[in-house]
C-alpha cells in the first residue's frame, strides 16, 4: 500500500534540512503509517528521514518496512548507523534480517555492537530455521518467585521499556529454571492485596515449547491455548526466551501457504514470488512437472495397448478427455478437502473408516448426477443408444475411483509420516487418470461386444 | 488430542462425589489441559464435573471443548446452570455459540441472563457474519483521559477481571468517543512519574476497524501493524469493542483454508469435514463438477471435429491425456502460485505486467525441458523421427498456454472484483485442455503434411 500523498512534503523537508518538521514527522504519526507514507522515496531519503528519529523510534518505524527493502537499505548504508539501528531491534527480528545479509557484511556489524546483544545474536543464529529456538525473542520479563504484587511491579516499570510484550511475566528460581506465569492482568488485578508473593499468584502448570521443537507444533500450541507468547525452554527447563503472537500468525500463514502449494504440486517458496529467481522457481516447478510427465506417460503406453478397441469404436476416443478429466477433479476436491482438514486438525489418520465411507457415499451422489448429464449427450453422440451407456458407466465407476484415491492418497503419505500435501493434486489426477482409461476401455469392450 | 490417562480417576471421584478431589482436578491445571483430560467423558459427566469449579473458571474451562462439544452439552443440560455458564463466557464466544443453537432454546436461556449482558448478547447477534462486529468483544478497558498513570492503573485493577485482555488501555471522552490508546507496558513504564495523565501518554493515530468492515480487511491491518487488539468503532467514531489477536488467527487460518478449498473447486465448507452434510457437502462439489463438465464436453466436440486426423494417424491419440495433463499441471502451478501470491500481499493487479514477463521466461524454460523428455519418447512411438516432432512442439506451446493462462485468469478475476481463488486449477485446466486440443491437431496438421 504504496501512500503519495506526503512524498512533495517529504522531500521538501529533507531538501531545507527542516529538522523540526521531520522530527514531528517521525514523532506524530503511528509507526506503520510512518512507514507506509515513505515507501514512495528512495532507500537513501528513508534513510535520511530516520536519522531525525529517537533511536527506538527509528528502529520501529524501521521494522514496518518489507524485508527486502530492510535488507537493500542495510546493505547500502554507513555501518556504524547500521549498527546503531541493529541494536535497537526486536531480538528475533534483527537475527531474522541477519541471517538474510552476506557474512562478511554481518562480520563488519557486529564488531559495533556492545557484546552483551553480539552474544544475543550470535545464540539466536545458531538455531536451525522452522525451529521454536529461530522463532524466539530473548527479551523476556523475568521475575524472582519472591517478589510481591507492589515490588514485581515495579520491577516490572524499570524492565517494560526494554521488552516487546510483557503481557506475561515469566517466574524463574535462582538458576534460571521457570517456576511459573503470571498475567499482567493477574498482577494488575493483584494491586488490592499488594503483599501477595508471585510464589502464590503464579500458575504453575505452564504450556511450553521446547528450543528445538518444531514450529508448526509450537504454533499449535498458541491457537489452542489462545496465548499472547509462549515460554521456550532448553532440555534442563531453563529459559531461553518467548515466542510472540504475531509470529505465530506468520507461521500459520506461512504453513497453509505451503499447503496449497504442495497441492498443485510446487515445492514451496521459500521468497516473495516477485522476488524469487527464475532458475529456482523453474526447477521448483520443474522436477514435479517432470513426475508427472513421466506418470502421464503411462496412459500413452496404455492407449497404444487398446489401439484395436480406439480403431474399431472411434467414437471412443472424443470421451478420453471429458472422461479423465471427470476422474481427476473429483479426485482433487477429496485429496484438498482431506488435505485442509487434517491440516486444521478436522480429521486424524483413526478417522479414516469414517472418511471413505462418507467419499463413498459423496462420490455415487456426484457420479450418479454426472452420469446422466453424461448419457444424455452420448446420447446424441454415439451410434446408438445402448453404445452410449459406455459413458455413464464409466464416469460413474472413474468418479468413484477418483474420489477414494483422493481421499485414501493424503491419509497413506501422513501414516507415512511423510506431508500428506505432497500427495499434490496433480499426482491424484495423474494415477486417476490411468486408471480411468483401463475402466473406460473395459467398460467399452464389455458393453460393445453384446 | 484425546487424553485418557485420568478417565478412571475421574469418574471414581464422581461415582464417590468426591468433592476435595474435583475441585482440585478443576483448579490445578492450566484449563486447557483440564479440558483435554475430560474428552473422553459424556456431556453428562463433563457437565458434572465442572459443577465443581468456580463459574469464572467453569467457563474457563469450557471453552476448550470444540464447538460442537460446546452445543451438545448446552442443548441438554438444566436451562438455568446454562445460563450461569453462558453469562461467564466472553462476550465474543458466546453469541458466536448462541447464534449456532436454535432461537427457541436462546429464548429459553436469555430471560435468565441479567438484562445487561441480555442487551450486549442482542446488539452482538445483530451484526452480519464475517464483519468487525461479528468478531468483537465488548469487554474492554476503557478509561477518562483526565486519570493519571496512578488513577488509571487502579482503575484498571478493578476493571482487570472482568475483562479479556487488558492490554491496551481505550481512552474516550465523555461521549464514548476514543481519542487515543495506551498500552499496558507504556502504563507500566510510566509508574516512576505518576502523575502524568493517560491525555499526555497516549497515541492519538489508533489504526481502528469500522463496525461492518470486511473481517479479511481487519486481520490484515492487525497482522501489518502487529497489534493484539483492534479498536471497532461505529459510523460517528464511538467505541464498540475489540477484536483480539486469537480472532484474528482464526480469521487468518480460515481465510487460507478457503483458498485452498476453492483452487480445488470446491465451494468452502462452512463446517467441519466429518460432520458437513452428506448432501451439503455433495452440493458443493457437485456444482464445480457440473460447470467443469460442461466446459471438458468441448474437448468431445473438438475431437469429433478432428476425426479425420485422428482416424489417418491414429497414433496421435495415444499422446491426447499426456498431452493436456502437461499444459493443465503447468497451468495449476501459475494459477496457485499467483492465487497464493495475492492472498499474501505479495503481488498487486499493477504488477501483471512483470507476472506476465516472468512465466513467459519459466514457461519457455518448464516447456524446452518437458520438450526435450517427449521427443525422446515420441522418437520410438511415432511412425518417423519427423512425425516425432509433433510432440515436443505442442508440448511447448501448451505449456506456455498453460502458465499464462493459469497467471492471467486469476488476475483477470481479480480486476473484475471477484475472488481471484474463484479461477480454479480444474477451471484452469479445463480451459487449457481445449486449447491443447486445438493446438495438437493443428501442430500435428503442419507437421504431418509435409
Avoid at 68 to 73: A, D, G
Avoid at 148 to 173: F, K, M, P, W
Wanted: charged share 25%; net charge negative.
Amino acid at each position: 500500500m504504496t501512500n503519495t500523498l506526503f512524498l512533495p512534503e517529504l522531500r521538501e523537508m529533507l531538501a531545507d534540512n527542516n529538522r523540526a518538521e521531520l522530527e514531528e514527522f517521525c514523532t506524530t504519526l503511528n509507526a506503520g503509517r510512518t512507514a507506509e507514507f515513505m515507501e514512495g522515496l528512495s532507500d537513501a531519503e528513508v534513510w535520511q528521514v530516520l536519522q531525525f528519529a529517537q533511536p527506538e523510534r527509528r528502529s520501529e518505524i524501521f521494522g514496518y518496512f518489507d524485508e527486502e527493502r530492510q535488507l537493500s537499505m542495510l546493505a547500502q548504508q554507513p555501518t556504524d548507523e547500521v549498527a546503531e539501528l541493529v541494536e535497537e531491534l526486536a531480538a528475533d527480528d534483527r537475527v531474522d534480517l541477519l541471517q538474510q545479509l552476506d557474512d562478511e557484511h554481518v562480520d563488519t556489524i557486529l564488531p559495533l555492537l556492545p557484546v552483551e546483544e553480539r552474544r544475543d545474536i550470535q545464540r539466536l543464529r545458531s538455531y536451525a530455521e522452522g525451529t521454536a529456538g529461530s522463532l524466539m525473542t530473548t527479551e523476556v520479563a523475568k521475575l524472582a518467585d519472591r517478589l510481591t504484587a507492589r515490588e514485581a511491579l515495579e520491577e516490572l516499570s524499570r524492565q517494560a521499556s526494554e521488552l516487546e510484550t510483557i503481557y506475561y511475566l515469566y517466574v524463574v528460581d535462582d538458576d534460571n529454571h521457570l517456576r511459573g506465569i503470571v498475567s499482567t492482568r493477574q498482577l494488575v488485578s493483584s494491586l488490592a492485596q499488594p503483599h501477595r508473593t508471585l510464589r502464590e499468584m503464579m500458575e504453575t502448570d505452564v504450556v511450553v515449547a521446547m528450543v528445538d521443537e518444531d514450529q508448526e507444533s509450537v504454533a499449535e500450541k498458541v491457537e489452542h491455548f489462545n496465548l499472547l507468547a509462549i515460554p521456550v525452554l532448553d532440555s534442563g527447563r531453563q529459559l531461553l526466551g518467548i515466542i510472540t503472537h504475531d509470529d505465530v500468525i506468520d507461521v500459520v500463514r506461512e504453513e497453509l501457504t505451503e499447503d496449497a502449494q504442495r497441492i498443485a504440486a510446487v515445492t514451496p517458496l521459500e521468497r516473495d514470488f516477485l522476488r524469487i529467481g527464475l532458475v529456482t522457481l523453474s526447477w521448483k516447478r520443474g522436477i514435479w512437472l517432470t513426475i508427472l510427465f513421466f506418470a502421464a506417460l503411462l496412459t500413452a503406453f496404455a492407449l497404444r495397448h487398446y489401439e484395436l478397441e480406439l480403431e474399431t469404436y472411434a467414437w471412443l476416443v472424443w470421451f478420453i478427455p471429458l472422461i479423465i478429466s471427470a476422474g481427476g477433479n473429483s479426485g482433487s476436491q477429496s485429496a484438498t478437502l482431506v488435505i485442509t482438514a487434517m491440516t486444521g486438525g478436522e480429521i486424524e489418520l483413526r478417522d479414516w473408516r469414517t472418511v471413505l465411507m462418507r467419499e463413498s457415499v459423496v462420490s455415487l451422489m456426484l457420479g450418479g448426477f454426472i452420469a446422466v448429464i453424461g448419457y444424455a449427450v452420448a446420447f446424441f453422440i454415439a451410434p446408438s443408444p445402448s453404445d452410449a451407456l459406455v459413458i455413464p458407466l464409466t464416469l460413474l465407476a472413474v468418479m468413484i475411483t477418483g474420489c477414494l484415491c483422493g481421499a485414501t492418497l493424503p491419509l497413506v503419505f501422513k501414516r507415512l509420516g511423510l506431508d500428506p500435501a505432497l500427495m499434490s493434486n496433480p499426482f491424484v489426477a495423474g494415477i486417476v487418470d490411468i486408471m480411468g482409461i483401463v475402466i473406460y476401455i473395459n467398460v467399452a469392450r464389455m458393453i460393445l461386444s453384446n
